[in-house]
């Protein structure tokens, strides 16, 4: 209800359970550290894969899985393992008849640093290790949870190459640069799609955890341990 024209308040002060100027800049604060870290790990990560194969052994290690995996779903010709220019065998050739003849009907693919997911692994263990009112041991335990995640939705990605590529070139069989969706649909996932994925992995992430329904199952206590 408004008070007439002219007409004194009789509550001349902000209610008390208003936001005044000083704890909106604290809020402010603990907020901002969020997005301050995410720039510090970006360049740590950057100066971390400045040199080539920085991550060799997780690159080595998902390069002998994702050429498995290609064997166990879609047949043993389907690629190969084979060693890269750096003298490590962190590269999947997929081969199709239907691939471009121009590259023997094989499509080289390296699994760079940057293909490892860890990337991806620091980013989300940093939106969780900063969330305010969540508990240490939840903290862990979700990044841990988070990390085998992303670890499969890594490699989930790499597995759909293929298909992607096989679903492009049947329409012109042999032409180069038929596998050209398969390139759209990688750069698309390296530049959006992950982080879209990561941020509303977070959110809901967010929003479990701070439910009542997971704080009654759980009794967590909210509270930084």
Known sequence: MELPIGEPSDKP??????????EFIE???KYLVIPISLIF???FYKLLTASQ????WIQIFEAKLWNKLNHIIFGNDSSILVEHKSGLKTQVELYNPNFPEIT??????????????VHEILFISVLISLTPNVSRKI??????IMAGIIFCLNMLRLVVLYPIALSSCNKNPGKVNCESAMYDFHQFVFEWGFLI?????????FC??????????FEINNSDE
């Open 13 to 22: 002060k902000v209610p008390k359970n208003d936001v005044d100027l000083k």
């Open 27 to 29: 809020m402010g604060k």
């Open 41 to 43: 790990v970006e360049i």
């Open 53 to 56: 194969d920085t991550l060799a």
């Open 104 to 117: 023997n009907n094989i499509i080289p693919l390296y699994v760079s640093d940057e293909c490892a997911g």
């Open 139 to 144: 903290k862990v335990w979700s990044i841990m």
């Open 197 to 205: 994925t990561l941020v509303v992995m977070w959110i809901s992430w």
């Open 208 to 217: 479990i955890v701070n439910s009542k329904f997971f704080k009654n199952i």
